[in-house]
Structures are given as C-alpha cells and as structure tokens.
C-alpha cells in the first residue's frame, strides 16, 4: 500500500503530469463559465461584502 | 463597474496587467504605469455615480491630512485625548455612513470599500501611536490606501508589510512565482464566485421552495447560505490577492478552510482572518491591555470575556446596524466566551479527550453551529 501510494505521488510530481493535471483544472473552469454563462458577460450580482 | 464582478472587468484588467508582467519578469517595477492601473480601476470603480467618485476623493484627503498632521504631532507629544480625536475623526466617514440609512437619510457620504479604508487609516494612527510607525509619506500612505486590486472589500493588509513589498522588486524567479500563483488564485476565484456560488444561489437559494419560509426550507437555506456566502466572499479574495500576487504584493490571505475549524477560536483564525486579525489586534489586545493596567478588574479572564464581548459587538455592528447583524455578533461573543470556559475547565475534568474521533467529531460540531450563525447574520430569522 504504501509502495502504490509512493508511486502515485511519484507520478504526480512528474512536470509533465503536473502541466497536464493543471491545464485540465484550468479548461475545466473555463468550460464551467462557457456552460453557465455562454458568450455573454456576466450578470453577476456584487459581492456580499461589497456592502459593509 | 465592480471590481471582478464582470468579464469585462477582468478583460481590462488583463491588458493592463501585460506592461506590470513584462516588467516584473525583467525584474522591474514601474511606479508610473502602476499608479496608471491603480487610476484605472478606481475610475471604473468609481466614476459611474458621481456622488461615490466626489465622497472617495473628499475621504482621501480627509484621512492624508488626518495621518499627517497626528504624525507630525507624534513626533512631538503623544497625549491620550489628542489620539482618540484623531481615531474618533478617522472613523466619522464610516459611522456617517453606517448611521444614515438607519435615519432613512440617502447615504451619499459613503462609496464602495470605505469600511475597508478606514480600518487602513486607523491602523496606521494607532501603530503612530504604539511608537511602531514613525514617518509617512503622502506618496507612501496614498500607495497603501489606493492599492487598486484590494479597495472594494480588502484583505486588510498591514502598512509595514505592505511597505516592505514596496521596497522589494521580486526576482526573476520569484516574480514568476507570484504571477503563477496570482493565476492560479484568480481560476480559483472564477470557479467559487461564478461557478459554485452561481450554482448554490441560482439552484438552491432563489427556488420558490427555499423562498418559502418553512422550517424545513429555513434548514436547508442555513446550509446553502454559508456555503454561498463563503464561495462569494472567499471567490473575491481570491481575485483580490491573485491580482495583488501579479502587481507584486503579497496580500494576506482572507480564508483557510473555515468550514474544517475544530472550535470557534480555530474558527476566526481561519475565517475573515484579515479583518479578524485586526480586530483582535487593534481592538481586543488594546482592550485587554487597558483594563490589565488600570486594574478595573483583576480576574484576567474575565477581562478576556469583555475583550470577547467587545470585540464581536463592534464587529457585528461593523456589518451593519440591523438587528439580524447585532446578534450575530453577540451569538459569536457567547460562543467564544462559552468556548475559553470549557477549554479551560477541560484541562481539569478531562471530559473531552483528544483524539480521531472527537476532533471529527468537533469539526462537525463547529460547523453546525458556524452555520447557524450564518443563518442569523443572513436577516432571515428576524
């Protein structure tokens, strides 16, 4: 178990999976605004503590 | 426009910041073409209701004379009454602000992040006064005050470490740390304010059912509402300090998983922590430190609990005069003070041991009743 868990962090830390790993992060955002909001600007309200 | 509440907003600011990352990659600053920026955003902050544009001006130049002149007394007397005046001057913009809607007054006193400005000015008056500030510059307190990216609702950063990244231009290498980690804050800000919070508003919050007021729908709405406000709040701070990161400055952070606290004080230590810290700098140490010297009362930790009482109080008032905000305060007074007593006792009767499964256990606790003070502070129940 802990030589499986050793080799996960292992790849992990690879710069290239590091990358990867991010990008998809990074897409997966930028996919989440398309779905919601399309092409549009926001209509987003303010922020609650823009009030105090 | 608000400060990162639009994709135009971001827009802007990302053509604005290309010249800030070039430069900061070359290992260089420009004053200049920050100050640029810095007017830039405060425009598209502020000029679009001309009462706010004239209201911030007027406040900045009150608080420079303000910081100013108490810094040119410093040097030379340090009398009691004169700084209370002076803090007591500082604060009237915001208590003129915060008492005008109570007077069904129109509030054209107050602007966007006034609340923010002020806790800057007096912390800078009463570290004048502590002895730990000795000189300001007009030019060094307007950089602090006008620091575009945090203006709208903070972090509260503190003028000695602010200073210090002025001082600093980071190296090649570092600056490329900052502007990956200012990146990856700013995504972080898109997915909690425009992605979860959008989500938990729009799915749970606004639904005719929640909207209903049943006990049921009240239950599910405590949930929810901390849960919204925290993505919403903690989602600003993160643009705040992502754009702060790029501009070179190590803003403090707001949040570190609140909702994972063991107890009320790892709570406020996690939650806010900007405003939270200065609370208990500028308002319960001072407090504690008072009633110790003159020795009003001896018990030491009854001191505490007025300093507790103290301190949540204002900040509850601090959010607004309203009752809901009032008693949120007062429910976190209660429960920092209900919490030092039984940590306290716990040392003696050992009822609460510490392992695994009680710290899970407590984590849970504690989130409960955070949410129910959410619940409060939200005005739904009164």
Request: with cysteine; hydrophobic share 50%; net charge positive.
């Amino acid at each position: 178990m802990g030589t499986m868990m050793k080799k996960i962090k292992t790849f992990f830390q690879l710069p290239y999976v590091c990358w990867t790993v991010k990008m998809s992060y990074y897409l997966l955002i930028l996919l989440g605004l398309l779905m919601i909001y399309g092409f549009k600007t926001t209509n987003s309200s303010a922020f609650i503590y823009n009030e105090f | 426009m608000i400060p990162y509440s639009s994709f135009s907003f971001f827009m802007i600011l990302g053509i604005l910041f290309v010249p800030v990352v070039v430069l900061g990659y070359k290992e260089k600053r420009s004053i200049v073409y920050n100050s640029l920026v810095h007017a830039v955003i405060l425009l598209l902050a502020f000029a679009s209701d001309i009462h706010q544009l004239v209201s911030f001006i007027v406040y900045i130049v009150w608080q420079v004379i303000l910081v100013n002149w108490y810094a040119a007394y410093r040097k030379e007397k340090n009398e009691a009454g004169v700084f209370y005046a002076v803090v007591f001057l500082a604060l009237v913009p915001l208590l003129v602000t915060k008492l005008l809607p109570v007077w069904n007054v129109s509030n054209i006193v107050g602007f966007l992040g006034i609340s923010y400005l002020t806790f800057k000015t007096v912390q800078m008056i009463i570290d004048m006064r502590d002895g730990a500030l000795k000189t300001v510059t007009v030019k060094e307190q307007l950089m602090f005050l006008l620091f575009s990216p945090t203006i709208s609702s903070g972090p509260i950063d503190r003028f000695k470490r602010f200073q210090k990244d002025m001082e600093t231009i980071p190296t090649r290498e570092e600056y490329r740390l900052l502007l990956y980690k200012g990146i990856n804050k700013i995504f972080l800000g898109f997915l909690y304010k425009f992605i979860i919070a959008y989500v938990i508003n729009d799915r749970v919050i606004e639904t005719p059912f929640i909207q209903a007021h049943t006990p049921l729908s009240t239950f599910i709405y405590m949930y929810a509402y901390s849960l919204y406000l925290f993505f919403d709040f903690a989602g600003y701070s993160a643009f705040a300090v992502g754009a702060s990161y790029i501009m070179g400055v190590k803003t403090p952070e707001n949040f570190n998983l609140p909702f994972l606290s063991k107890n009320m004080k790892d709570f406020w230590n996690r939650w806010h922590m900007s405003l939270s810290f200065w609370f208990r700098d500028y308002v319960y140490m001072r407090f504690v430190f008072w009633m110790m010297k003159n020795k009003w009362i001896q018990n030491r930790y009854t001191v505490s609990y007025f300093g507790y009482f103290l301190l949540f109080f204002l900040m509850g008032v601090w959010h607004g005069l309203e009752l809901h905000y009032v008693a949120y305060g007062l429910y976190h007074a209660a429960l920092m003070i209900g919490y030092d007593f039984f940590e306290r006792k716990n040392k003696q009767w050992k009822i609460w041991k510490k392992n695994k499964g009680t710290e899970v256990l407590s984590v849970i606790i504690t989130f409960h009743v955070i949410c129910f003070g959410f619940l409060i502070f939200s005005g739904r129940l009164f």
